[in-house]
């Protein structure tokens, strides 16, 4: 079978395959509705990763694939992605040790707190006085509500602008502007 032969044959399936490819789509067809994308939600660990971080690691899968196929380190296409996602969480320095601290110190106060109210004490009274037995790491903090309400700052005010301090030392959420205290003096009554 010589070359000819064999070009004429494929030009002529060629042929013939546009033909009933035309048959096909000259044929009229219900229209179908378009069903509702199937798409899978990005994995959980995924969504969780900053979008910069995104963006880094597919650079990092491109670069791997340039790598591996260039020098034939075919690891590369895994460990760089992974380098990129891992690393900054291993290199991370978290203030997690501080935060617990700050926590336990406010439940050692509140604990304190509450022996001093059930001795009868009125809440003013009771937080002036607790505030000798404060906690190294929320000394500042309580020291500065007693200011406050000696200062004649109303007890549920004073109270607010300090739950917006800690939430905001212990990073548990942003501050309102409700609760965020003013910087003239006692808030308005």
Do not use: F, H, N, Y
């Not at 096909?24 to 378009?34: D, F, I, K, Q, T």
């Not at 491109?62 to 034939?72: F, K, M, W």
């Not at 700050?102 to 001795?119: F, H, K, P």
């Amino acid at each position: 079978m010589d070359v000819g032969a064999v070009l004429a044959a494929t030009a002529g399936a060629l042929v013939v395959g546009g033909i009933l490819l035309g048959v096909w789509a000259a044929v009229p067809r219900p229209v179908r509705p378009p069903s509702p994308r199937k798409t899978r939600p990005a994995p959980r660990w995924w969504r969780t990763v900053r979008p910069v971080q995104r963006v880094l690691a597919v650079a990092a899968l491109a670069v791997g694939v340039i790598v591996a196929l260039t020098t034939g380190w075919w690891v590369a296409i895994l460990v760089l992605p992974a380098a990129v996602l891992g690393l900054p969480a291993v290199l991370m320095v978290s203030d997690d040790g501080r935060t617990i601290a700050r926590v336990d110190a406010i439940a050692e106060w509140a604990r304190s707190l509450a022996g001093v109210l059930t001795a009868g004490q009125a809440l003013e009274g009771a937080l002036e006085a607790s505030l000798r037995s404060t906690p190294e790491a929320i000394r500042p903090e309580v020291s500065r509500l007693v200011t406050r309400l000696r200062s004649r700052w109303s007890t549920e005010q004073a109270l607010r602008a300090w739950r917006s301090r800690s939430r905001r030392m212990c990073g548990s959420g942003a501050r309102s502007s409700a609760s965020r205290p003013s910087r003239e003096g006692p808030p308005e009554r």
